[in-house]
């Protein structure tokens, strides 16, 4: 007989096995359907315990802004006799285009042409008419001093001429502390807005350019941050003033500040903008012109003949289209 012939019988007895076997594979079967019904509820607690893993993102840097200044120079004219700055550069204010540069991103120590900055950061959040009380350690400031009494109030207006006319260190460290409540503070202000506007050459550890030491900026930088500051129609006026009577309490009376910029009243057109002197920086220009509605803006560092050298780079940049 064929092998296969045996099979059913096999199959028969299997089909025979006991019930007590059949009861056991039953209870086993049960069991796992318990231990699988009671892991599920666990596996979900789990995962709604732990939110899930966020989507992997790129961080974004902000959003690009447009430089202040754009170059290369329209012009590499030769000036004869040389322009004597260690760093020099002729922008037209209106486009941000570099009309011609000498070691525009030379750093260099910048002297009061800091009190740009100064200016720029406290026109933004004090208003004119705000009374600002003078602190004691602005009165002991090193050198320029308009001579502020300690804890009188003043006129926001009134220290925003004496800094930028007159050029006083406390003017600017009443200004400083007015806006920022603290020197350091305002220190970290102004080197947070010149990261902000892409001034790489710049940085600022006084608030008025009387320490040398770590501050310091550059032709470039200057002249994209005077583009910044004329946007703004107080400053605009204070540069272009040339004597102020200013109205002071007792026992003063009244004030007069003389503008140090040598240009205004002696240069066509000149509207600023800032001067500045120290042994180290030497004499630092910053200047500006309108003509036809067009704004020139020449810049000079550590030029012993600053003002005539202003006068030759607003020329060339007038006209340079």
């Known amino acids: 007989m064929p092998a296969g012939v045996l099979t059913p019988v096999v199959r028969r007895r299997r089909r025979r096995v ?3 076997l059949v009861l056991a594979l039953a209870l086993l079967a049960g069991a796992g359907a318990v231990v699988t019904f009671h892991e599920w509820p666990s596996h979900r607690s789990a995962a709604a315990a732990t939110p899930p893993a966020p989507p992997r993102t790129t961080v974004r840097e902000r959003p690009h802004t447009a430089p202040l200044l754009t170059g290369p120079a329209r012009t590499t004219e030769a000036f004869s006799p040389p322009i004597a700055a260690r760093s020099a550069i002729v922008v037209d204010a209106g486009t941000g285009t570099v009309l011609w540069e000498h ?3 030379r750093r260099l120590p910048i002297a009061s042409t800091t009190k740009i900055m100064t200016a720029t950061l406290a026109l933004e959040r004090l208003k004119a008419e705000a009374l600002v009380e003078v602190p004691p350690s602005a009165t002991r400031v090193p050198l320029v001093r308009e001579g502020l009494r300690p804890h009188e109030r003043v006129r926001a207006w009134k220290l925003f001429d004496g800094l930028l006319m007159f050029s006083g260190n406390d003017d600017a460290m009443t200004l400083a502390i007015a806006t920022a409540g603290s ?13 902000e506007l892409g001034l790489k050459d710049s940085h600022f550890s006084s608030v008025s350019g009387v320490i040398d ?3 310091y900026s550059s032709a470039w930088d200057l002249a994209a941050l005077t583009r910044v500051a ?3 129609p107080r400053f605009r006026q204070v540069v272009r003033t040339r004597i102020a009577h200013v109205p002071w309490s007792a ?6 500040y003389v503008n140090k910029n040598p240009l205004l009243g002696h240069y066509r057109g000149a509207n600023g903008v800032k001067t500045g002197w120290t042994t180290l920086a030497g004499h630092c220009l910053v200047a500006s012109a309108t003509r ?4 020139i803006v020449a810049v000079v560092l550590d030029d012993p003949t600053a003002p005539t050298d202003a006068r030759r780079l607003l020329d060339l940049g007038f006209r340079t289209a």
């Open 18 to 20: 006991g019930p007590k």
């Open 103 to 105: 070691r525009a991103h």
């Open 183 to 195: 020197r350091r503070a305002f220190l970290k202000q102004m080197n947070e807005r010149a990261r």
């Open 213 to 215: 030491s770590n501050n």
């Open 230 to 232: 004329l946007r703004n």
């Open 251 to 256: 026992p003063t009376y009244e004030k007069v």
């Open 292 to 295: 036809g509605g067009r704004t």
